[in-house]
Structures are given as C-alpha cells and as structure tokens.
C-alpha cells in the first residue's frame, strides 16, 4: 500500500494567516492526489484534486501544488469558518489511501 | 441536486454482517462513475473501504477483502455494502461517495461527492 504522511498532526493559526499543509507519499504518485478539509460530525469536503484543480465552488483562497511524492495544500486568508481538519489522499494506486489528517486550530 | 444517502442498522452484534445501504438521488448509477465506501473509526483517519461501477467493475480493499462485498441495484438507484464477521474494530462512521473522472493530466478518477455518513457501533 502507498503510505501518506501528513504534517503537522495539528496547527494552530490566527484569523488572516497563511498556512501550509504538507503531504509525503510513500512511492511516486504522479499527480493523482485530493485534498479534503472535514468539521467535526460532517462528511469530508472535496477541496483539490490532480494535486492543483479546485473542485467546483472551492474558493480560491485554498491552492494545491506539488507532483511525485511531495505536496502541499495552502490555505491563504485563513477565516474562522477554515477551522477543520484537512486530509490528502492517494488515487494512484489501489487500494486508495488517506493521509492522517492536520487538524487546524485557533491559536 | 445529486445526493447520497446511507441507510442500516446503527447497531451490530459482533460475529454478524453489517449491511448498509446508499440511496443516490438526482444522478443515475449507471453513469460512468465509482461508487465507493470509506469509513472513519472513531477519532481516526479516513479507510477506503472498495468501490463498484456499472460494468461490474469492483475493487476491495486487500484488508477487508475477505470480508466485503459492495454491489449495486440499477432498479433502485442504489449500492449496498456488506461487512461480515464484524468485531469492535469495525465500528465507524461509514460513508458512501462517488468518484467521477476528470481528464486533466492524465485521468484523475476523484472523490467528488460524499453522502452525510452513519454510524455503526458493533457491540453485544
């Protein structure tokens, strides 16, 4: 199975911030990687995919980049409402793998 | 609108089968889509479950393999998925979703719409 490292576990950040999310898989995976961001009690949101496209209606405060094995989700602007978890995940390869979430937090 | 739906008992005993079910509403199951399972265990991270498409297509994964099955009903509108031999382990908030294809760089087969998810406790 293709690992997917997610760092940091957890962040905690202020209203306006700029923050970086990064995501390590363990075996080259070209571009084929999405981006979620989940809140408590709710299903996860589909943010990026192809490592850089936005999903329709995603605003575009949020980007993604990265090919290969190293990628990272930025979060610019960061509002109250961005106070989640964020999940990367693999769909090179089967089966399909999730990073362990960055929980972003209120600082 | 397309929705996703699950649907089951919210509560298994542990040697049993846990069956759910996924209403999709709004887009036709025969489309040329994924229609996946995922689970999330209680405070931990995201598991894919496997997948089906029309043609019949399935794909599991190996750590549940024996154990799964994820069919659909065109005469529904629905996919179903069934966990046998359940244990503590495998209580989790279980979603259903779709993966649609995008060709951007290659073909990104992507998640790109989720149901809400339900819950199944496994317990005596």
């Known amino acids: 199975d293709i690992q997917m490292t997610q760092s940091p576990s957890s962040l905690s950040a202020s209203v306006g911030d700029r923050v970086t999310i990064t995501c390590r898989a363990s075996?080259?995976?070209?571009?084929?990687l999405a981006w979620f961001q989940q809140k408590p009690g709710k299903a996860p949101k589909p943010l990026i995919y192809?490592?850089?496209s936005l999903q329709s209606g995603v605003p575009s405060k949020f980007s993604g980049s990265g090919s290969g094995t190293d990628f990272t989700l930025t979060i610019s602007g960061l509002q109250p409402e961005d106070f989640a978890t964020y999940h990367c995940?693999?769909?090179?390869?089967?089966?399909?793998?999730f990073g362990g979430g960055t929980k972003v937090e209120i600082k | 609108q397309v929705q996703l739906q699950e649907s089951g008992p919210g509560l298994v005993k542990p040697s049993e089968t846990l069956s759910l079910t996924c209403t999709v509403s709004?887009?036709?199951?025969?489309?040329?889509?994924?229609w996946a399972w995922v689970r999330q265990s209680p405070g931990k991270g995201l598991e894919w479950i496997g997948a089906?498409?029309?043609?019949?297509?399935?794909h599991y994964n190996p750590s549940l393999k024996s154990r799964v099955t994820i069919s659909m009903d065109t005469s529904t509108n629905q996919f179903s998925l069934r966990v046998s031999s359940v244990t503590a382990a495998d209580t989790a908030v279980y979603y259903c979703?779709?993966?649609?294809?995008?060709?951007?760089?290659?073909?990104?087969?992507?998640?790109?719409?989720w149901g809400r998810g339900t819950l199944v406790t496994v317990s005596s």
């Open positions: 979703a779709r993966r649609t294809k995008v060709v951007v760089r290659g073909s990104h087969w992507h998640f790109d719409l």
């Open positions: 709004g887009f036709s199951i025969t489309n040329d889509n994924y």
């Open positions: 089906v498409c029309h043609g019949g297509d399935t």
């Open positions: 075996q080259d995976i070209n571009s084929y």
């Open positions: 192809a490592a850089s």
């Open positions: 995940q693999q769909y090179h390869t089967y089966p399909l793998t």
